[in-house]
């Protein structure tokens, strides 16, 4: 019902920054619930960010201050801007959805639909 397609990922020097993209389809956008998660070798899914119908926002620690997640109803499409880029941020990069749900989901069973992922790689 709901489709995902990730963009923008790549090879970025530590310090730098990328901005990944999340385009949706299949849906009513508006009032969908959207997360970023990432997946590094040999390491659980995590939570990155995560943002409602109305904008509100969540982060996880690790990426406070250094990431913004936004979203762009017209376009259908979620954002996120990753600056200050570390060694450890280097992981496949993972857009959620869950249209039926409107508060800020952390845990990644909160989520229904998932795209195929982008890779991030930080190099030093």
């Known amino acids: 019902q709901v489709q995902l397609v990730e963009s923008g990922g790549g090879l970025v020097q530590a310090g730098g920054s990328l901005r990944l993209s999340c385009a949706a389809s299949?849906?009513?956008?508006?009032?969908?619930?959207m997360g970023w998660f990432r997946q590094a070798p040999g390491k659980e899914r995590e939570f990155v960010a995560a943002?409602?119908?109305?904008?509100?926002?969540s982060y996880a620690d690790s990426v406070k201050g250094r990431f913004t997640i936004s979203r762009d109803n017209a376009k259908n499409t979620v954002y996120l801007q990753m600056n200050s880029l570390k060694l450890e941020d280097t992981a496949v990069y993972y857009c959620?959805?869950?249209?039926?749900?409107?508060?800020?989901?952390?845990?990644?069973?909160?989520?229904?639909?998932w795209g195929q992922g982008t890779q991030v790689t930080v190099s030093s």
């Open positions: 943002i409602t119908s109305i904008e509100n926002t």
């Open positions: 299949g849906g009513t956008f508006s009032r969908t619930a």
């Open positions: 959620s959805a869950n249209p039926t749900r409107f508060s800020l989901g952390r845990n990644p069973m909160y989520y229904n639909y």
